[in-house]
């Protein structure tokens, strides 16, 4: 039986995405407080119809991990409705490098080098076109 808690997939494909942006935010926002992690740590966009790089949210800095937050930094990007196909090569490459360009390293936003930075310990940040 469903209650006032139950997470309805349909529901959730349905949101637009300012509302989903929102919704995503008080959920980070409540996981924040419950592992005492400064707010501040916390970095969401108002800009969702600007190409921003591909990360729509960022925390920094979190010393515990707990569902939403892992430890150190963590980017999420944030889609809503059912088009959008993660396990598609071509969508994810759209996603990173946008339609115009070659799927080359040189070629990833300026946020999603510095998410790559943080994972593997390079310096995909200072490659250049």
């Given amino acids: 039986m ?4 139950t997470v309805q997939k349909q529901k959730i494909e349905n949101l637009g995405a300012e509302i989903a942006v929102e919704f995503f935010s008080k959920l980070l926002w409540a996981e924040a407080n419950k592992i005492g992690l400064s707010l501040n740590k916390i970095n969401i966009t108002s800009r969702i119809n600007v190409a921003d790089g591909g990360v ?3 925390v920094k800095d979190s010393l515990v991990e707990s569902g939403l937050i892992k430890n150190g930094e963590t980017s999420y990007q944030i889609k809503t409705g059912n088009t959008f196909k993660p396990t598609q090569e071509a969508q994810i490459k759209k996603e990173l490098f946008g339609t115009a360009k070659q799927a080359n390293i040189k070629n990833l936003a300026k946020e999603i080098k510095s998410c790559l930075d943080q994972w593997f310990g390079q310096n995909y940040g200072e490659m250049t076109a």
């Fill in 2 to 5: 469903d209650s006032i808690f």
């Fill in 56 to 58: 729509d949210a960022s």
